[in-house]
């Protein structure tokens, strides 16, 4: 008999999320002091933080150091084991250490400790046991215990390792709000992605400003629908010499269809939405991106700083910079 005919997987999957959610509920509830006193430590430094810890729990260190590291904490990850050939010369004396031990009792941590003692390092441990070692010595202990994995024989870190996940995370929120850090400093760290993109990129980086879809207020009707068609942007602007006079789009067109039974005989200025919204080309995409938003547009016409029309900003553009990554 197949094995899932007997089990009901999509139950298993509720158990295992459900355990997991208790265990954060339960850490939530036993937050002290401890945490405050490891925010002020990494605050009131000028190293950085340095996380170690053995198999899962360094796995779990990496990510955190990583999250650390992108939102203003300068931070990196050191094996233990890697440590003892070399590694410890990563660590400085006014670094702080934060290890991660579900046990508190890791072999490869507490081979540490003499070294960390000695340079001064200042000690902050995740843990299961505050009764541990590694509790013991450490300046704040911050306790990611857990009642029960959600393994079914309540072995494998599961639980454990998202408590633990979870902690990084509420230490690395509270540290970047403390610090004012703003989605333009998290851009900066993020350059290459689509965030940093949206958040770095200037109008002028993204618009489009070959081979502009142009005509004047005279065009007729057909002019105007051939120039949208091998403008392929959706619109045509609309100008006497290097002066707007508005635009067209596709939705201009299909009301234009509404207002006459014969729109071949209208012009250009007939059908043009006139004093069309207009950006320059020197703002922060963001800030376009949520104007068009807010103004439920797809595009706006973009001029430099002396009022030239230079482009045409579109919504897709960002996402279509982002693909190239």
Request: charged share 20%; hydrophobic share 40%.
């Amino acid at each position: 008999m197949n094995i899932e005919s007997k089990l009901d997987t999509m139950e298993l999957a509720k158990s295992v999320i459900s355990t997991e959610i208790e265990a954060l509920q339960e850490m939530s509830s036993r937050l002290n002091g401890e945490f405050q006193k490891a925010i002020h430590i990494i605050l009131e430094t000028r190293g950085r933080v340095i996380l170690v810890g053995m198999g899962k729990s360094g796995l779990i260190g990496n990510k955190i150091a990583a999250t650390f590291a992108s939102t203003g904490t300068p931070s990196f990850s050191v094996h233990p084991g890697e440590a003892f050939h070399g590694d410890l010369g990563k660590i400085q004396s006014n670094d702080i250490v934060l290890m991660i031990s579900n046990s508190g009792e890791t072999d490869e941590l507490i081979r540490l400790l003499p070294f960390l003692t000695h340079q001064k390092n200042t000690l902050i441990v995740l843990t299961g046991n505050l009764d541990s070692i590694l509790a013991k010595y450490a300046d704040a202990v911050l306790d990611v215990s857990v009642s029960q994995e959600a393994c079914n024989n309540n072995l494998a870190p599961t639980s454990s390792t998202t408590a633990t996940l979870v902690m990084g995370d509420a230490l690395s929120v509270a540290l970047s709000t403390l610090r004012g850090f703003q989605p333009i400093d998290f851009a900066r760290f993020h350059p290459g992605g689509n965030l940093g993109k949206k958040l770095l990129a200037s109008v002028a980086d993204v618009m489009h400003r070959q081979d502009l879809p142009i005509c004047t207020d005279s065009a007729s009707f057909r002019e105007v629908v051939q120039t949208i068609t091998s403008g392929r942007l959706g619109l045509v602007m609309v100008m006497e010499g290097t002066i707007l006079q508005g635009v067209i789009t596709d939705g201009d067109i299909r009301r234009a269809f509404d207002k006459t039974e014969n729109p071949m005989h209208l012009s250009a200025k007939e059908i043009m939405t006139s004093n069309p919204m207009t950006i320059e080309e020197s703002t922060k995409f963001s800030i376009a991106e949520n104007r068009m938003h807010e103004l439920k547009i797809n595009s706006l016409i973009v001029k430099n700083n002396t009022g030239v029309v230079v482009g045409v900003l579109q919504i897709f553009d960002i996402a279509s910079a982002g693909d190239q990554d």
